[in-house]
């Protein structure tokens, strides 16, 4: 196993980990045969090696979106690639274009983007998210309030 590839394993498990937390419930939606599945939390759950790794900056004023997607078929769920991009906008339209960074652990595939807030402002988290290249994209948008730590 490759040093990235170490480092984005304890990245999924730390995600994992902040997702069983009752303020972190999983939240996702459904098109077609997809599940998409997303979250948003702050940039310091992550430990500082493991950002610097994947290249995520962090700061009490910093937060992360993670999103994935699983293909069902058969009844069984897969991991699948998708192009993702995105806009976080503050309530006052103030908006931030998501880079989204590919982890691919083979049994796990994520998404993650990162954008600044102020200490109590609601973002406003639009996603175009397209497993398929033959298809549309999929529209996943949220509401979340950060604050600083």
Not at 86 to 95: D, E, H, K, N
Not at 136 to 149: G, I
């Amino acid at each position: 196993m490759n040093r990235l590839s170490k480092w984005a394993s304890a990245l999924f498990l730390s995600l994992i980990a902040l997702i069983s937390q009752p303020v972190l419930a999983e939240q996702f939606v459904k098109y077609d045969n997809y599940e998409i599945h997303y979250n948003a939390f702050y940039s310091t759950f992550i430990k500082p090696d493991v950002a610097q790794a994947i290249g995520i900056q962090r700061s009490k004023r910093r937060a992360l979106v993670n999103v994935s997607v699983l293909k069902i078929e058969n009844g069984e769920k897969k991991p699948v690639s998708a192009f993702v991009k995105g806009q976080a906008t503050s309530l006052i339209q103030q908006s931030q274009n998501l880079d989204f960074k590919k982890v691919d652990e083979g049994n796990a595939i994520y998404y993650i983007g990162q954008f600044g807030f102020t200490d109590d402002q609601v973002m406003r988290l639009a996603l175009e998210v397209q497993p398929d290249p033959n298809k549309p994209a999929y529209t996943v948008k949220f509401e979340q309030r950060f604050y600083e730590e």
